[in-house]
Nanobody, 126 residues
């Protein structure tokens, strides 16, 4: 069993930066690829990006590529989402999720994630 707790959300002006963190409890954190998703009000959940088990590989949605960076610390059981050049359309609840499978291409679909956090709200004002 893995529990995920996101933190770091808040209100920021457009063009600003914010860093989210996801703390994982439980065993074998390094055996999970970790991902971030978001859900804006009235919209479906959207894939943001993921990081591989060792952190050697990252993939991002086109909407955040070049602005967001995912990193992880397997010693501290944490994964971070650094968000720069924020836009009002980035406003959403951000969720981290853990994936134990081997096919990382399944992650963006969001349906095979093993564990989800409860989310943290990011609001970007214009």
């Amino acid at each position: 069993q893995v529990q995920l707790v996101e933190s770091g959300g808040g209100l920021v002006q457009a063009g600003g930066s914010l860093s989210l963190s996801c703390a994982a409890s439980g065993r074998a954190f390094s055996s999970y690829a970790m991902a971030w998703f978001r859900q804006a009000p009235g919209k479906e959940r959207e894939f943001v990006g993921y990081i591989s088990w060792s952190g050697s590989s990252t993939v991002y949605a086109d909407s955040v590529k070049g602005r967001f960076t995912i990193s992880r610390d397997n010693e501290k059981n944490t994964v971070q989402l650094q968000m720069n050049s924020l836009k009002p359309e980035d406003t959403a609840v951000y969720y981290c999720a853990a994936y134990s499978g081997w096919d990382l291409q399944q992650i963006p679909k969001g349906v095979q994630m093993n564990y989800w956090g409860k989310g943290t709200l990011v609001t970007v004002s214009s």
